[in-house]
């Protein structure tokens, strides 16, 4: 327990440049005391004590605005910024390395049952109003932009933009922390379709202004032909 709380302190400062300690993130930060409350809640809610698992955590949605169901199972260095408005359902299972901002939720879809909530892997993101819905699984080093909707799995090594949330293919790299916090500056699928639905119009355009400038010399080659066969008969 508390090893995995210095870690996550650690993850914190190294993720969050307005973090100025260790101590300050214990002590002030709503992630942190989440957290706290969360590993609290699950070990109750594993030993079947299902109504104090649910009295930590919703005490704990109380004074941080953060909800996490006492079911939930989430990994190591879990990092919450700002954190109002999360809610992570029962099902839900988060890998390690896991960033999430504030108006994120991981639910369901209510057509489910048994496992209704995503499984989020290792080193994700998730941007600020996010909504995964759904028991599908969103793969490792993946990013999902602010204010996506994601229904269906996001491959390892991806980027999901928009609502629904459309798929980016970032070939085999890794995102450092630096550059995961930028979630405005993210690949739009839509916008890239748009701009090869673009370069294919000025291509035809071109070729059909070639075409025009042949047409003069295309209908004298047919009138001379017409000419021939005339004197010919």
Avoid: C
Avoid at 150 to 173: F, H, M, N, W, Y
């Amino acid at each position: 327990m508390f090893d995995g709380l210095r870690e996550t302190i650690r993850a914190y400062k190294q993720r969050d440049p307005a973090a100025r300690s260790g101590l300050e993130i214990f002590l002030l930060y709503p992630g942190i005391y989440a957290y706290i409350s969360h590993k609290a809640a699950h070990w109750l809610y594993k030993h079947r004590r299902y109504f104090l698992a649910r009295a930590v955590s919703q005490w704990s949605r109380f004074v941080t605005g953060i909800e996490i169901h006492p079911g939930a199972v989430i990994g190591r260095r879990f990092v919450i910024d700002h954190g109002t408005g999360i809610i992570i359902g029962e099902t839900a299972e988060l890998g390690d390395d896991v960033l999430l901002y504030q108006g994120v939720t991981l639910g369901g879809t209510g057509k489910d049952s048994g496992k209704r909530h995503p499984t989020i892997g290792n080193n994700v993101l998730i941007g600020a109003g996010a909504k995964v819905l759904g028991p599908f699984k969103v793969g490792d080093n993946a990013r999902i932009a602010a204010g996506a909707v994601v229904l269906k799995e996001i491959p390892p090594d991806s980027t999901a933009v928009g609502v629904p949330a459309r798929v980016v293919r970032i070939a085999g790299q890794k995102p450092d922390f630096a550059s995961e916090l930028d979630q405005v500056n993210m690949a739009d699928p839509v916008a890239i379709e748009l701009s090869a639905m673009r370069e294919q119009l000025e291509l035809l355009e071109k070729k059909m202004l070639e075409m025009e400038r042949d047409m003069p010399h295309i209908q004298g080659v047919r009138q001379d032909e017409s000419d021939e066969r005339r004197l010919k008969s």
